[in-house]
């Protein structure tokens, strides 16, 4: 049939099995919309307050369900809007693809109004992209951008379509939903090398990151912990992608919790499954785990030896590679290293008890998320933003199901949760709570109107010390208290600003007050914000200082 690149555009989204996009109009988009409402009983748009609302939107989703993400701007400063949430979306492995609209090719280059080379401007943080000349091209383009987006490492991917072709016409013809590129499966004498390599060891430790999480291995990787008497620590990404159990030690590096990182620092090997070694999870990299052999499981080539040496890698479908390595290996009973491992459990909680004790504040980080564990429903998905309030919550939170949680790791990009989260409930219609700071979340306030207006029900507990927390305890530790631009002394009343957007509003300042605050938001099933009130002084703990190695943890300040 004949359709105008407009249609195409719609019809492919629909053929590709997408059901949900978020975006804003604009002039060089103005015709894609049209055929959105031509179309809109069969894809369902939902309109942001901003496009890097609509881009951390289609990032949520996709983080949530594992399916590409989908977002929508005009040229020009709408195409540019959209380069923080495809930064995001890039740094992290999260499948997106960004539509764009431009200037027809006849003004390409001539300084037309609203016109920008968002090709060129986002070639350094997408998969790929493309720039539609054409538009017999259009529909084949668009299939390709999903093959690209969610292949291999997956990745943000952006078409841009100048006016000129969206206006065309051209015969579109239905293809099926494309398939992800098949990944190599690793030869079975590397096979043999890593099962070899486990049986010997003494004191495996399973570290896990954002590559398993979206490869949903996590009953396999426990299951696999069980068989070989191993340990799991995640990095950040690596959260919610094994099943609460005594074997999991939680989040190891700067901020992991105690015990993970120094039984990962104490473990003879280190087995990692799709997992990269950042800075922020390694400190030190001359010192990191030199008790230890390495072994990584990634699809991507160019991440074996780029921060960390290994003793092998393998390259090729971690899922595949895994479950082969798991069926090999023989069980066995590692009793001295689990002792090992509780004996550190218990050092964790001796710390966590001497800062209990070391506070008089009303209301703690730590009783905050004590509080949504207890009474948060069990799909309950966990978005943040960026912040001392992100690694509390990666420290505290409990889920019990994969991809619960959805937050920006790589770039860490404050304003991010609640675009995030309103793609999440989009996506799932799980109850989604927003942890946030009050600096993250004056970045993107304005997406409240989105969650008013669509009645997504996230209940947005705001950690509000008054302060720019996670800048602040840098210059606390390492500055000498020289508290430079960190301190907010903003007047704004959480709880009007909520109740003028549309939503409910509660303060918070004691243990009381929140639980009640919190149970009555969960009921609710309305967009809530609770400004919830703690001290500016509080720490996040352990830290290991910038550059830092397992020896310099930070796990008690004494004031």
Known sequence: ??????????????????????????????????????????????????????????????????????????????????????????????????????????????????????????????????????????????????????????????????????????????????????????????????????????????????????????????????????????????????????????MQGMHGHYASSMAQNEADLILAVGVRFSDRATGNVAKFAKKSKIIQLDPDSAEINKNVRVDLGLVGDVADSFKRIAQKCCASEKPEWLLRVNALKKEEESFA????????????????????????????????????????????????????????????????????????????????VLITGDGSFGMNLNELATAVTYKIPVVIVLMNNGVLGMVRQWQTLFFGQRYSQTILSRKTDFVALAKAFGAEGYLAETEVEFKKAFTEAVKSNKPTVIDVRIDKDELVLPMLPPGGAIDDMITMIQK
Not at 82 to 98: E, H, K, N, R, Y
Not at 412 to 419: N, W
């Open 1 to 250: 049939m004949i359709l105008k690149g407009s249609q195409i555009v719609i019809q492919t989204l629909i053929e590709q099995g997408v059901t949900d996009v978020f975006g804003y109009p604009g002039g060089q988009v103005i015709n894609i919309y049209d055929a959105l409402y031509e179309y809109k009983d069969k894809i369902n748009h939902i309109l942001t307050a901003h496009e890097q609302g609509a881009a951390h939107a289609a990032d949520g989703y996709s983080r949530s369900t594992g399916k590409v993400g989908v977002c929508i701007a005009t040229s020009g400063p709408g195409a540019t809007n959209l380069v923080t949430g495809i930064a995001t979306a890039m740094l992290d492995s999260i499948p997106m693809v960004a539509i764009t609209g431009n200037v027809p090719c006849s003004l390409i280059g001539k300084d037309s109004f609203q016109e920008i080379d968002i090709t060129g401007v986002t070639m350094p943080i997408t998969k790929h992209n493309y720039f539609v000349h054409n538009i017999e091209d259009l529909a084949d383009t668009i299939r390709e951008a999903f093959r690209v987006a969610k292949s291999g490492r997956p990745g943000p991917v952006l078409v841009d379509i100048p006016k000129d072709v969206q206006v065309a016409s051209y015969e579109y013809e239905p293809q099926p939903v494309v398939e992800k590129t098949p990944l190599p499966l690793v030869k079975e004498n590397l096979i043999d090398k890593a099962v070899a390599m486990i049986a010997e060891a003494k004191k495996p430790y399973l570290y896990v990151g954002g590559g398993a999480a979206g490869i949903d291995l996590g009953e396999e990787i426990l299951a696999f912990a069980k068989k070989i008497d191993a340990v799991i620590g995640c990095s950040f990404m690596g959260l919610s992608s094994v099943p609460q159990d005594d074997r999991f030690l939680g």
């Open 353 to 432: 008890d001497q800062i209990a004790a070391a506070t008089t504040a009303p209301l703690t980080p730590k009783r905050v998320f004590d509080i949504i564990n207890e009474n948060k429903l069990p799909a309950t998905i966990t978005a943040t933003d960026v912040g001392q309030h992100q690694m509390w919550a990666a420290q505290y939170s409990t889920f019990d199901r994969p991809r619960r949680m959805v937050s920006s790791g790589g770039l860490g990009t404050m304003g991010f949760g609640l675009g995030a989260a309103i793609g999440s409930y989009v996506a799932t219609k799980d109850p989604v």
